[in-house]
């Protein structure tokens, strides 16, 4: 009895140290080279950052709300203010700037919000032109005279301005964290300070031509002669400094973690802007930052 004792002790002795040498995962559970480690982005972030910036100014209609005064309640309105005067301009500048938000974590989801400023240094676009002398012959809204015929000639020559300085955004942040990597998406609210400027000079003239009918029914035209409408050759202008001109921002980014809460980031952003002065302006911006999360 005392030998089958013994011997049932030393054979669970083995059984048990065996058991101590299977693999973890043989026990059910995962050993640690298998699992992966997701960094913590939760919390407060500040940074500095530089950039490139590009910019579309279109100047195409630009005066037309100056033409519109110049010409109100005149048959040469509607048609002028068709007119594509001026040209685009795209312009290139640099710039730096700084942001700080705050991440709010669950599992690998990472949300935010963050306010970014940037300085944009010389993203400044320019466009001047000259148009005309354009004829309209009886235009729209001219009163119906059976005896003559009315042609205008107008002539004008303008010029708009515009300079981002700089820009402020408020963004929501969406992102996925794996590893030490935070790729995301962002969009929000834009404002930009702007100085803005337009001026357009008009040139009219009116000419009345009368057309003749002879005692054989054969007419014939007469020319009239020009005659200069000071009361629609103007010029007018319009300037505005410091403008804040709000729109809208979408883009992407990606963060890495490179030591503690150390972080580097590189992102992409568009901004679209609403109309200042009938000119629609948009911005390209690629920028390299550094951060810190508290």
Known sequence: MRRFLLTAVVVGLASGASAADLPDYLRGSIPPTLSTTTRNWDG???GGQIGYSSANMDFSQSVVGLTN???RNTVLQQPVSQLSL???AN???TGFGAFVGRN???DDLVFGVEA????????AGSASASLGPLEYVNPGGQPASPNTITHYFVRLTGTAAAQIKDVITFRGRAGWATDNFLPYVFGGLAVGRMDVSRSVTSAVFRQDDTITTNVFGVQTIVPGTPVKLDQLSLT?????TNNFVVGWTGGLGLEYMLWNCLFI???WEYIKFTQVMNTPITMNSARFGVGYKF
């Open 44 to 46: 407060w972030y500040v």
């Open 69 to 71: 005064s110049i010409f």
């Open 86 to 88: 001026l040209n685009k």
């Open 91 to 93: 312009v290139q500048g």
């Open 104 to 106: 709010y974590q669950w």
């Open 116 to 123: 970014n400023y940037n300085y944009v240094n010389s993203l």
């Open 236 to 240: 007018s202008s319009q300037e505005r």
């Open 265 to 267: 980031r590189g992102e």
